[in-house]
Each structure stands twice: as C-alpha cells, then as structure tokens.
C-alpha cells in the first residue's frame, strides 16, 4: 500500500463545476505539498500546508492533520485547470524527501 | 529569471550506451534532487545533494551516478546497467536540505531502445 493514496485517478468535468481531489496518507507529516503537472511535464508548486486551509484564487487546499487527509478544491473550473494533480507530504522522521502520491488526472471540457 | 533549467527536453539513445542528463539552477538553492516518474507512478527519488561534494541515494539509486562539483550543477548519468532507463527525469531544488519546498525543473524524457 502507497504511504500517500490519491483519489479519484482520474476526473473529467464541464467547464464551471466545482472539483475536489482528495489526498490521503499513513506516515506522520511536517507538511503537504500539493503540486500541478501539465502535459507537458513541469511541475509548479500550487500549496504547501502544515494546518488549515489555504486560498489562491480559485484553488482551495485544506488538511486535516488528526485524520491524515487533505483536499485539493478547484471553484469554477476552467479548460486551462486540465493537469495531473500532484499530492506529496513531507514525513516527520526523515525532512529531507518527499513521498509522493500517484497523481489525479484532471480534464476540463469547454 | 531565476528557474531550473533541463537539457535536453527529449533525449533518444541506444541500449548500452551511458547518457548524461544536465540540471543547472540559479536559485542559489543547496540542494538538489533527481526523480523518475514512470506512467502510474508516484516520483520516486534517484538521488539528492545537499552540499556541494556530496550527495545520497534515493530510494531507485541502482544503475544511476550523479556528482555535484558545484552549486548550480547536478548531472544525471542514466548508465548502461540500468535495466529500464526510458522514463522522464525530473530535477528539482531547494533552499535547504529539507523538502518544504522544491521547485522543479521542465524534465528530459529520455527513450532508450
């Protein structure tokens, strides 16, 4: 079993409609990353949270440290939001790796 | 501009050869990482540095070799005794040795047949 599970795989959505992915994990974490892959290959840092909840325009990302859970909220989504969706947590006995979750692949449709 | 930059975006070689794969960075950052990401898969970390001169395995190590003889440079050598080379190749850094925040570069997608 994967120490960080992403859910769903894979999602498809009308342009507009309000998306959520879902991150959880089993390891003890100093912090949570959330990342965005396009197609073509590079990756951009969206979040990184330790607590709470943060905002960046239409994207939400919430943790729940007790329950080892953190989502990924996209408001009014948008064709150029299609991307794989990246969880990856930083494990509290070893700060110098990121474990990383297998991706939610996201597309848009106008 | 400050960023990561990989080179090339697409390499293609021959089943046998060695081939190096470049990750230059001018963020000033100390650390350096290598990943593999595979369809399916999680990154999974090949190598990392956090010091110039030195650097440690990562969890696929086997059939790679890095070295890191400045700050800004952390070459990839994909070697011939790695059984499955054809993957993208990620490189990232950060300020530190500690993962709070990584920014990666563009990647190589390296096919090996």
């Known amino acids: 079993k994967n120490e960080v599970e992403q859910s769903p795989q894979n999602l498809t959505a009308q342009e507009g409609e309000f998306i959520t992915i879902n991150c959880s994990y089993s390891?003890?974490?100093?912090?949570l990353h959330w990342l965005q892959q396009h197609p073509g290959g590079g990756i951009v840092s969206l979040f990184m949270l330790s607590s709470g909840k943060k905002k960046h325009g239409r994207l939400i990302a919430t943790i729940n440290i007790q329950e080892k859970h953190s989502s990924l909220h996209i408001t009014a989504s948008h064709p150029r939001d299609s991307a794989v969706y990246i969880c990856a947590v930083v494990s509290s006995y070893n700060t110098d790796k990121l474990i990383f979750g297998t991706g939610t692949r996201l597309q848009v449709f106008p | 501009d400050g960023g990561i930059t990989q080179s090339p975006k697409y390499l293609f070689r021959k089943e046998g050869q060695n081939v190096t794969l470049s990750c230059e960075q001018n963020?000033?950052?100390?650390?350096m990482y290598w990943y593999r990401q595979d369809p399916g898969q999680g990154l999974r970390l090949i190598y990392y540095s956090q010091i110039v001169n030195d650097f440690q395995k990562g969890d696929i190590a086997e059939g790679y070799s890095v070295s890191r003889e400045k700050k800004e440079s952390f070459p990839l050598t994909v070697t011939s005794a790695q059984k499955n080379p054809t993957a993208f190749y990620l490189c990232?850094?950060?300020?530190?040795?500690?993962?709070?925040?990584?920014?990666f570069g563009p990647g190589t997608r390296l096919t090996v047949t």
């Open positions: 390891v003890g974490i100093s912090a």
């Open positions: 990232a850094s950060s300020v530190s040795g500690r993962s709070y925040e990584q920014y």
């Open positions: 963020l000033n950052h100390d650390a």
